[in-house]
């Protein structure tokens, strides 16, 4: 674990893995710290941001995280219901040397985390996506990705809040309220859930 | 009196000052580029990708929220360049603060804050310099909250749209009492910035980052906007071991100076995307941070390393 200066009250902490995140993050998480204002996952790093003043006690919960340990207070489990229909599909299925159906059954049978989230509120960014659907973007991304698009790029899988840009390879369609200001939780996901995808008609 | 003379109509009579709590309005009759609700935004969401959001010069705000007996915190209209025409749907006490610009109620200069009969035009000239003034009504603008903030976030599209004429914004009830300042000094902006910043947490990816942060000279671009600060002038390049190579994205603070292949610098402001994946050099820190918010196109722009 290393600690990087973020200027007079962030502190970026550096890790190897995602698991090794997520054991940064659920142990700030759990210390429950009045001084942190923000926590934020990301892929390789956690940066955690105090009032004035509060960076003694994040460095006293982090000098206590033990980054071998399994993080055992796992957050809540999500399904999202997908119609998998998406334009990338036979892409994604020849690229894994795959029928479109072996890929469904691929995505649907994976228990996912989410590691963080970014880009657009609710966009979550899930790890433990199957080896065979960790797949490049898409050469030339789109100019406007319809909101509720399931897709994979790299190491993860995410589900597209609203309709933005994106290179991702799309498989399908989710109608899950991913953000929605108004609910009392705005965003279906948050790190450290728990999500399956679950094939829908 | 000359105000009420000047006014172009009544509002609307459902609306008007009537002693109907809910009813206290104003009435957006014109816009300068761009104006628009904020408050001290939405902090403690970046984890669900949520940017902080809320006004740019912050003391200017709570100043404005002071003058008319508002919570620090209460929501008022954010001004780039002033233009700004409102109607006054009810007796209410309005600051305008930030930059010198002038404030004409019914036509005629008046101090801030100034007091509105329903009826009332207000008028918020362009500044003199900088780039923002803020205006803050007694009662505070009490549109819908989102995630517990007023704030419109260009970035993200959260709250309320940018204002346009014809909109009317709800008021509060006054619960304090206006502090009633004789003079209200204008905040001066200089046309240079020296800007502290502290290095990290990616200073090791650049050569000589301290070096290069002191001797650059920048200027602050025309493409910048609430999202982030973009300089022009001196390039920051990458040590040899760090070209080419790419950055896994990581959460970001307001205040980062982050920078991007081409080595120009972008000062992140509080519409600022939660992640990123270009490294950050180092972090302007909070209190720097009102100033860039009134940086016009071309001012001029040091920083001051240390750390």
């Not at chain 1, 369609?173 to 995808?197: C, E, I, M, N, W």
């Not at chain 2, 994946?277 to 390393?305: E, K």
């Amino acid at each position: 674990m290393r600690l990087r200066r973020c200027g007079t009250d962030a502190v970026l902490v550096e890790v190897d893995s995602a698991g090794e995140v997520e054991a940064v993050r659920a142990a700030v998480h759990a210390a429950a710290l009045p001084e942190v204002v923000e926590l934020v996952p990301a892929a390789r790093t956690v940066l955690v941001a105090t009032r004035p003043g509060g960076l003694p006690a994040v460095r006293r919960v982090l000098a206590a995280v033990r980054l071998g340990d399994p993080v055992d207070a796992p957050g809540r489990e999500v399904g999202i219901p997908v119609v998998y229909d998406g334009p990338d599909l036979d892409l994604v299925a020849a690229t894994a040397g795959l029928t479109p159906e072996e890929v469904v059954r691929l995505h649907t049978g994976a228990v996912y985390t989410v590691a963080f989230c970014g880009f657009a509120p609710g966009f979550g960014y899930l790890t433990g996506l199957p080896e065979p659907l960790r797949q490049p973007r898409l050469d030339s991304p789109r100019t406007s990705v319809p909101a509720g698009s399931v897709g994979v790029a790299g190491e993860y899988t995410a589900a597209y809040p609203r309709s933005t840009p994106g290179g991702w390879r799309l498989i399908g369609r989710t109608d899950a309220p991913l953000f929605d200001p108004d609910r009392d939780r705005p965003a279906l996901l948050s790190p450290g859930d728990r999500v399956r995808f679950r094939a829908v008609r | 009196m000359t105000a009420l003379d000047r006014r172009t109509g009544r509002p609307d009579g459902a609306l008007a000052d009537g002693g109907r709590p809910g009813g206290r309005s104003v009435t957006v009759l014109r816009t300068g580029p761009q104006a628009l609700v904020q408050d001290l935004g939405r902090p403690g969401h970046a984890h669900l990708g949520v940017p902080p959001s809320g006004a740019l010069d912050r003391p200017s705000l709570r100043l404005a929220n002071r003058l008319v007996g508002n919570p620090e915190d209460a929501a008022g209209l954010e001004l780039l360049l002033g233009g700004l025409v409102l109607r006054a749907n009810a007796s209410c006490t309005v600051a305008v603060t930030g930059p010198g610009a002038d404030v004409l109620v019914g036509g005629r200069l008046r101090d801030s804050p100034a007091h509105l009969r329903p009826g009332d035009e207000l008028a918020v000239g362009t500044p003199r310099d900088g780039l923002r003034c803020y205006l803050a009504v007694s009662g505070g603008i009490t549109v819908p909250a989102v995630l517990g903030s007023r704030a419109t976030d260009v970035l993200s599209g959260l709250g309320p749209a940018p204002l346009r004429p014809g909109d009317e914004l709800p008021l509060g009830v006054p619960t304090g009492v206006p502090t009633g300042a004789d003079v209200l000094p204008p905040l001066g902006v200089p046309g240079e910035l020296v800007v502290p910043v502290v290095l990290g947490p990616r200073d090791d990816w650049f050569d000589d980052p301290a070096g290069r942060l002191h001797l650059g000279r920048w200027s602050a671009s025309e493409r910048s906007n609430r999202v982030g600060l973009r300089l022009d002038g001196t390039a920051l390049p990458r040590t040899a071991a760090h070209r080419g190579r790419e950055l896994p994205s990581e959460g970001l603070v307001t205040g980062a100076v982050q920078v991007p292949p081409d080595g120009r610098p972008v000062v992140f402001l509080a519409d600022h995307p939660t992640t990123g994946g270009y490294p950050v050099v180092g972090v302007v820190p909070p209190d720097a941070l009102p100033l860039l918010g009134q940086a016009r196109p071309g001012t001029r722009v040091r920083f001051h390393p240390h750390g």
